[in-house]
């Protein structure tokens, strides 16, 4: 699977962005998609990640209530829909995604994730 990410960009706090992540080739239900982001000067982070089925979610505690993600199966399509974005949001974000489906607790770890697309640069500014 390769994937493709879009959508960042300059955005003041406060407001919103949506990210996608194209995906080409073929993703069965049980695969698992996510969000993981690296801001300026620190590692790699975590930030959401959904089974492709949408039978599980799940969000770090920093974005929970504010960004969402979700898929849309007919595009392969993930999207990550962050609102009232604050400058600590500010990162390069990154989509992954997996043939396994990932139980809750191991989507948080980056290690499952086998396919990676190009970051899009994400900036929370005045």
């Known amino acids: 699977v390769q994937l493709q990410a879009s959508g960042g960009g300059l955005v003041q706090p406060g407001g919103s962005l949506r990210l996608s992540c194209a995906a080409s080739?073929?993703?069965?239900?049980?695969?698992?998609m996510g969000w993981f982001r690296q801001p300026p000067g620190k590692e790699r982070e975590f930030v959401a990640a959904?089974?492709?089925?949408?039978?599980?979610?799940r969000y770090a505690d920093s974005v929970k209530g504010r960004f969402t993600i979700s898929r849309d199966r007919t595009k392969n399509t993930v999207y990550l829909q962050m609102n009232s974005l604050k400058p600590e949001d500010t990162a390069v974000y990154y989509c992954?995604?997996?043939?396994?489906?990932?139980?809750?607790?191991?989507?948080?770890?980056?290690?499952?994730?086998?396919?990676w697309g190009q970051g899009t640069q994400v900036t929370v500014s005045s």
């Open positions: 959904t089974r492709w089925s949408g039978s599980t979610t």
């Open positions: 080739g073929r993703i069965s239900s049980d695969s698992t």
């Open positions: 992954a995604s997996t043939s396994r489906g990932l139980i809750w607790s191991a989507m948080s770890d980056a290690r499952g994730y086998l396919s």
